[in-house]
């Protein structure tokens, strides 16, 4: 199967976490465009360029209890489109290979075979059920700009997002890459990451 991206498996979530070090990840790009809830561009450039530590102690309760929800939540994804899901394993990079400073790590990867394009990525979330009001419309930002960030990784043109709110109620959103939102964020990335190698 032709692909665009190089897979990078990682041993552990500390070789993980070294690997992410040279390229903006999914979760990070929201960052460089001053949108994400967690990160500034600075906090991040910061990161990159080895100022501070961006390597945690380990994942928060929180994050815990989404990575133990993953697979429950991906398998109730896969009854209710009966599309297949898979598990690209928990510590491993797909890396761009047309943008060097791109790489993105997926839930899962879907097969659907009655697709135009077979292949896409699966975001799987679970949210505070207060937060529903949140995705009512569309998914926040961020997550939009992590799902299109991994679009352009892969090359693939759709994603999903399976959803479990407040432990009881399962969503699921079909999104489509956005190629001119696309082309914008390629060029802030470019932009950033150049300003990482200059230490500018």
């Not at 943008?99 to 979330?125: N, Y």
């Amino acid at each position: 199967m032709n692909r665009d991206y190089t897979v990078v498996r990682c041993s552990d979530r500390e070789e993980w976490l070294k690997q992410r070090l040279p390229g903006i990840g999914g979760s990070e790009a929201a960052a460089v465009l001053g949108v994400c809830p967690w990160k500034s561009p600075l906090s991040l450039y910061s990161e990159k360029i080895g100022l501070v530590d961006g390597n945690d102690s380990g994942p928060s309760e929180r994050m815990k209890w989404g990575l133990l929800l993953e697979d429950p939540i991906a398998a109730r994804y896969q009854e209710e489109t009966g599309r297949k899901v898979i598990d690209p394993g928990p510590f491993t990079i797909y890396r761009s290979n047309q943008f060097d400073f791109m790489q993105c790590s997926v839930d899962r990867d879907i097969e659907d075979a009655s697709a135009a394009s077979p292949l896409g990525i699966l975001e799987i979330k679970n949210v505070a059920g207060f937060k529903l009001k949140d995705w009512l419309t569309d998914p926040p930002i961020h997550y939009q700009i992590q799902l299109q960030h991994s679009l352009i990784v892969t090359g693939r043109t759709w994603g999903s997002f399976a959803v479990l709110f407040g432990g009881q109620e399962f969503g699921y959103i079909d999104v489509t890459r956005n190629d001119n939102f696309c082309d914008y964020l390629i060029e802030k990335e470019q932009e950033f990451w150049n300003r990482v190698l200059n230490l500018d």
